[in-house]
């Protein structure tokens, strides 16, 4: 890859982030008007529909030719758990330490691999997986008064986006990136039914503020996946990957504008082991 070419890759994948962080902003301000089993049917709904329209201007199926297959079931099934908890960690979690545990995914997903595909890594790489676990046990900041039981949930989220992307390799090749979007958002839907059976909230009408909030992070969601794949399409890998912490940066500042946190100097801390580790482990080679 040239120059050029990984500059180009490097700024889709800061946009992607940006946009991945707008999502959350989005998502976690419309929870607080309108419950959160309905909100994730309505956001599922919505990125559904327009991954749909992605795929038919593409001249492509909205699902997979060959159909559901073992591997896409298994993925879909992970990802519903993912989709699930992280969307309760939004609603009930600080945006700030929710984003922070989520950047711990690609350190999941290094360790994944050794278990799930048998692949190497150096001594080195177990080390900064060690680190970036206690960057995630700062953040939770157990014994702190500002310990949020609810976090919890963004580390169930965590290991469910971890376990999809490890589940992405067992799937077809032939699945599009718009198809793999229509089943990411569909499964959504039946997690939102199961929130709104359990939690018994009243069916209501979103307001406008509301409504569009959830339409802002379906399109920020989809303008997301789209800048990414772009991303890992246009620079080299080991020069784009680094640039998914960003997201971080970009959900911090939405933290503060939008909700009024404050992170502690144990939250910055912890964040700052989580993405450092995650930057060392991702960038160097590793052996198969």
Do not use: H
């Not at 982030?17 to 909100?39: C, N, R, Y």
């Not at 953040?139 to 039981?149: D, M, R």
């Not at 067992?170 to 229509?182: D, E, F, K, R, S």
């Not at 909230?201 to 959830?214: E, K, R, Y």
């Amino acid at each position: 890859m040239s120059t050029a070419d990984n500059r180009r890759g490097a700024m889709f994948m800061v946009a992607a982030m940006a946009a991945f962080a707008v999502e959350d902003a989005l998502f976690k301000a419309a929870t607080l008007q309108v419950p959160i089993g309905l909100s994730l049917l309505i956001f599922g709904t919505c990125g559904t529909v327009l991954f749909a329209a992605l795929a038919l201007s593409r001249r492509e199926r909205i699902l997979p030719l060959g159909g559901i297959t073992r591997g896409l079931l298994i993925r879909s099934v992970i990802e519903l758990v993912g989709r699930l908890f992280y969307g309760l960690a939004l609603a009930f979690a600080d945006l700030s330490s929710t984003s922070a545990i989520l950047q711990a995914a690609p350190l999941v997903v290094v360790a994944g691999a050794v278990v799930v595909f048998g692949e190497r890594v150096r001594w080195r790489d177990w080390v900064a997986i060690v680190i970036g676990v206690l960057g995630v046990i700062l953040v939770l900041n157990p014994s702190g008064e500002a310990l949020q039981p609810s976090a919890i949930f963004a580390v169930l989220g965590m290991l469910g986006f971890a376990g999809r992307d490890l589940a992405t390799r067992a799937a077809p090749i032939t699945v599009t990136n718009a198809q793999l979007g229509v089943l990411g958002f569909l499964v959504i839907i039946p997690a939102g039914v199961l929130v709104q059976l359990a939690t018994q909230a009243p069916i209501q009408t979103p307001s406008p503020s509301a409504g569009l909030a959830l339409l802002g992070a379906s399109v920020s969601g989809v303008t997301a996946y789209s800048a990414l794949t772009a991303a890992m399409r246009t620079g080299s890998v080991a020069v784009v990957t680094p640039f998914r912490y960003t997201r971080l940066v970009f959900a911090l500042i939405l933290a503060v504008v939008m909700f009024g946190e404050t992170p502690d100097l144990i939250m910055l801390l912890g964040s700052a082991l989580i993405v450092s580790s995650g930057i060392f482990a991702l960038t160097r080679p590793k052996r198969r």
